[in-house]
């Protein structure tokens, strides 16, 4: 019989506060087959604006104009208001931070738009990752939104600076005092060249801080200055989607999905606990890594997964268990995988890594192809690993048998076995599990840990603006 510890997480502490919307998120977004000729930019803002200061919480945004907001009708037939909100993306944009925006905002109640900025509407992300946006930028020209975000990544700040219709609806976002906000290279390669950081604290990736100007550069993870809101890279995204959604929607909204994303705090001491160790040897070449997705897979656990893994090197290959590469993810997100999972069991792996999504999992539960990979895996002595609820799907598969493992609160009450304190992520022998959500970037750095070493595994971090744990 299967004898699973589970190691329940630590309380979360919040550290960013923001009110519920029964704002509908539609998981299958519009495509836009053709795009209108490119229009001339607006010229930048020269209005001044007051600052805030350092600190971030409580944060009073501008009050939109009536006519950013749709309603729509609640369960209890009340008009609910709507907030929208446009995510750019181009050739070379930072993954993780697309797609944790994306996936926050539209968790938070948002209608979110992802557009791309590009002739066609498929983009290959600056670490390999194939997205699908909604629409093109040009659809989007004469909407309205409450909030435009820019997420960062190289060259995909260059290929968002480079958009004239992305410089106008930004720049009139500004000017009309709605929220604009940017991430990593874009607040110094996007909106300086714009004229949008004029009289505004920011702060942005530390390799382009010198960009800033010297006045109102701040090095902080998190800068609101007015209307609009600057943060770091990949590993202060959460932060930064959080404070986003509390301007949005308030303070309880913002709480809520930080308790749900299972955020950390400085308080949180027991990041990683292992047991039954032993190293992880995949000879001299560089890791196998297969990350298998479905309809209904967290977006957030399969790219950063693919994002931290690839800057370290690793070969990772994602495969679709669908009859198609594309995937429509948990929020929404379209992600096209490398292979379909027929093409990726003519070889061994190094590694499998699940990760989850309550429809994706029960997906992946039903593939044969899989659960073969995952039976091989075993038996030859490779590793594997899983994230959020598809720890269940090694739970049915018998690879859990007296394990210790970190599980997603949606299986601990599965478990026959005793539920004991723990971390957010747990490694036992070649068995690796977390939490999900936040913690996946604890969750891969660790992967990096015990196949390349600390020291890459602290570079990777660095390059994340991740505070990498000592322990």
């Not at 209108?36 to 209005?47: E, Y």
């Not at 004239?164 to 005092?177: G, P």
């Not at 550069?217 to 890279?233: D, H, P, Y």
């Not at 599965?414 to 599990?433: F, H």
Request: aromatic share 4%.
């Amino acid at each position: 019989m299967s004898s699973l510890i589970l190691l329940r997480p630590s309380p979360v502490a919040v550290a960013v506060a923001a009110t519920p919307t029964t704002g509908g998120v539609p998981l299958t977004p519009t495509f836009t087959s053709a795009a209108p000729p490119r229009q001339k930019p607006s010229p930048p803002s020269k209005r001044s604006t007051k600052t805030n200061s350092n600190h971030i919480i409580p944060i009073t945004p501008p009050t939109p104009s009536p006519s950013t907001t749709s309603t729509t009708k609640g369960s209890n037939s009340s008009s609910v208001p709507l907030k929208k909100v446009l995510v750019p993306i181009g050739y070379g944009t930072e993954e993780m931070e697309a797609v944790i925006l994306i996936h926050v905002l539209r968790q938070a109640g948002a209608d979110v738009t992802v557009a791309s900025v590009e002739p066609q509407l498929q983009v290959e992300a600056a670490k390999g990752t194939k997205l699908v946006a909604d629409t093109s930028i040009e659809a989007c020209s004469d909407q309205i939104f409450d909030l435009v975000v820019l997420p960062g990544g190289m060259p995909g700040s260059v290929r968002l600076r480079d958009c004239e219709v992305l410089q106008k609806i930004t720049c009139r976002q500004a000017e009309e005092n709605r929220l604009y906000g940017a991430i990593c290279a874009a607040p110094a390669i996007t909106l300086l060249p714009w004229g949008l950081l004029r009289r505004k604290k920011t702060t942005c990736h530390p390799a382009f801080f010198d960009k800033l100007p010297t006045f109102w550069a701040v090095k902080s993870n998190l800068q609101v200055s007015g209307g609009l809101t600057t943060s770091r890279g990949p590993g202060t995204t959460y932060e930064f989607a959080v404070s986003l959604a509390e301007q949005l929607f308030g303070e309880s909204v913002a709480k809520d999905i930080a308790g749900l994303l299972f955020m950390r705090t400085a308080d949180d001491n027991a990041v990683k606990k292992e047991f039954n160790k032993v190293e992880w040897s995949v000879d001299h070449h560089a890791p196998s890594v297969l990350v298998p997705v479905a309809h209904g897979s967290e977006e957030i656990e399969v790219v950063t997964l693919i994002d931290i893994l690839r800057r370290a090197k690793a070969n990772v290959i994602v495969a679709s268990i669908e009859k198609t590469h594309e995937v429509l993810a948990s929020k929404g997100t379209k992600i096209v995988a490398d292979v379909l999972i027929s093409d990726a069991q003519e070889s061994s792996h190094d590694l499998i890594i699940l990760p989850g999504g309550t429809a994706g999992t029960e997906r992946l539960s039903k593939s044969r192809i899989l659960k073969k990979l995952l039976k091989e895996q075993n038996s030859a002595g490779r590793i594997y690993g899983a994230i959020c609820s598809s720890l269940s799907i090694l739970h049915k598969q018998g690879l859990l048998k007296n394990k210790r493992a970190a599980a997603h609160s949606s299986i601990i009450d599965k478990a026959e076995d005793e539920a004991i304190n723990g971390a957010a992520v747990v490694i036992d022998g070649k068995l690796i599990t977390s939490e999900g959500l936040s913690t996946v970037t604890d969750f891969a750095l660790a992967v990096v840990n015990k196949l390349f070493g600390n020291g890459r595994a602290r570079s990777v971090a660095e390059g994340l603006v991740f505070e990498y744990p000592n322990s």
